[in-house]
């Protein structure tokens, strides 16, 4: 956090010359020393931190009298709770579009695969059918819930500490919110001993990579057990996957599963920063210190891997062979039970008997559903129902079609096309949003640093007018 805390102390230097509180000139001097100094400064074993180093250099550079006054004001309590903030506003539109990132990458490959079957599962056991777009869309909606947390998180982050001090603030006549605006704060974090004292920002922004990670692990854990040889649904990329030591018919998922671990370590994060922070008496602790460290490691983490995983994602390959499996036939039998409640009046729970005990008695045969037979289903029915129903073979022939079902299944939010195509539209209009949130808050930093620094050079420029005059 060197350049931020460089960028608070030019800011404040600012507000102090616009206050009154120092001299044009003495102002004009200090931010000359800082200019470039995140690039030069080096925080020595000697240095108790950053904020030492970066005042020992400015006093190296103008003298004890006039550097002495970078401090004037302010705390090393309010500057680090406005670094972090700073920098964590950068890291958290990083991970922003890394989600953003990925869920191009899910769409793009449901766009390729709003016909590909895929068996759906409940209790790891095959359901019923949907396509490979459904469950990429899925995650698709989950990642948006991240990001929206990450949003509103973003909200509270982007509140500006600087002003309150050690913890109550100072009486000098500061003003607070022209350096929020210098620093590109939506605005300022009132009550002084709250602004130095809190670090929930900290914890909400790991809480949500949390449930993000929980989200990201169910993807990777998904397409590890698809992609072994027993499930065969898909076949990951050779450049994702590697061979055993000993064993060479293997593709181990080494990255997936190296993801899938990095996930615990953000997780782990957010738990051990929890039980840092917990009970802590209100005002500064140096406890605050120890937790930072994990919020970079989890963002990076996050970053790299939601990256790494949309890579994945963009090129692996389903294999749809994997439905003529004579087992997956058997997920058309809940349509089979709505057929005969739709078109035969059956009540649904004696359709569910009915169906059940076709499919106990076409397993112990060793055949499939798509070997059953009108016959077969008449007398089952009968033995249940005590009365015969009538039903032919064409009905029976569409309902085991697992792309009928498929198609059957219309309602909003469903696997069917229509339904698909609705909502990959829907989709790319909130990719199109969530990039537009992104860009407009990179858009703020960037506009607000510029401002920043054209009023640190109208200064310095004075400085060299009046020395010239």
């Avoid at 970066?54 to 002495?68: F, L, N």
């Avoid at 698909?420 to 829907?426: D, F, H, Y």
Wanted: hydrophobic share 45%.
């Amino acid at each position: 956090i060197l350049k931020q805390i460089v960028d608070i102390n030019r800011a404040h230097i600012i507000m102090l010359v616009e206050s009154g509180i120092i001299s044009r000139d003495h102002g004009g001097k200090i931010l000359k020393a800082l200019t470039g100094l995140e690039g030069k400064v080096k925080v020595k074993p000697e240095h108790e931190d950053a904020h030492i180093a970066i005042e020992e250099e400015v006093a190296k550079a103008v003298g004890a009298e006039i550097g002495g006054n970078l401090n004037l004001a302010k705390s090393r309590n309010d500057q680090v709770a406005t670094a972090i903030r700073m920098k964590l506003r950068q890291e958290i539109l990083k991970t922003a579009e890394a989600i953003i990132s990925l869920q191009e990458a899910l769409i793009s490959k449901a766009e390729g695969n709003m016909g590909t079957l895929i068996p759906g599962y409940t209790h790891l056991q095959p359901a019923q059918p949907i396509t490979f777009a459904h469950y990429l869309l899925a995650q698709f909606d989950r990642l948006q819930r991240d990001l929206e947390r990450l949003q509103e998180a973003y909200s509270r982050v982007d509140l500006c500490p600087m002003g309150a001090g050690a913890l109550a603030t100072t009486s000098f006549p500061i003003k607070r919110e022209r350096v929020a605006e210098l620093l590109g704060f939506s605005g300022v974090l009132e009550n002084s001993l709250d602004a130095v004292s809190t670090r929930d920002f900290l914890l909400e922004v790991l809480a949500v990579l949390s449930v993000m990670a929980v989200n990201v692990t169910r993807i990777a854990e998904d397409l590890v057990v698809w992609s072994t040889i027993e499930f065969g649904i898909i076949e990951l990329p050779d450049e994702f996957a590697f061979t055993s030591s000993i064993m060479p018919q293997k593709k181990n998922p080494d990255v997936l599963e190296v993801i899938r671990a990095r996930m615990a370590s953000i997780i782990g994060g957010f738990v051990a920063s929890a039980v840092m922070l917990k009970a802590l008496p209100t005002g500064y602790n140096l406890d605050f210190q120890e937790a930072t460290p994990k919020l970079w490691s989890a963002t990076e983490t996050a970053q790299r891997c939601l990256k790494m995983l949309a890579d994945v994602v963009l090129n692996l390959k389903v294999r749809s062979a994997v439905m003529s499996k004579s087992e997956l036939s058997f997920l058309a039998a809940t349509e089979l039970a709505n057929m005969l409640v739709r078109d035969h009046g059956v009540p649904f729970r004696t359709a569910h008997r009915i169906v059940g005990a076709v499919v106990k008695t076409l397993i112990e045969e060793g055949k499939s559903l798509r070997d059953l037979t009108a016959e077969m289903l008449v007398n089952v029915s009968k033995k249940i129902l005590g009365s015969s129903i009538r039903v032919d073979m064409e009905e029976i022939m569409r309902i085991v079609d697992l792309s009928n079902c498929v198609e059957s299944y219309d309602v909003r939010g469903g696997p069917s096309k229509i339904e698909t195509e609705r909502m990959l539209k829907e989709r790319r209009n909130l990719l199109a949003h969530s990039k537009d949130w992104t860009h407009r808050r990179e858009e703020k930093l960037n506009s607000a640093e510029k401002m920043l620094s054209a009023e640190v050079e109208a200064l310095i420029q004075q400085l060299t007018v009046n020395r010239n005059t």
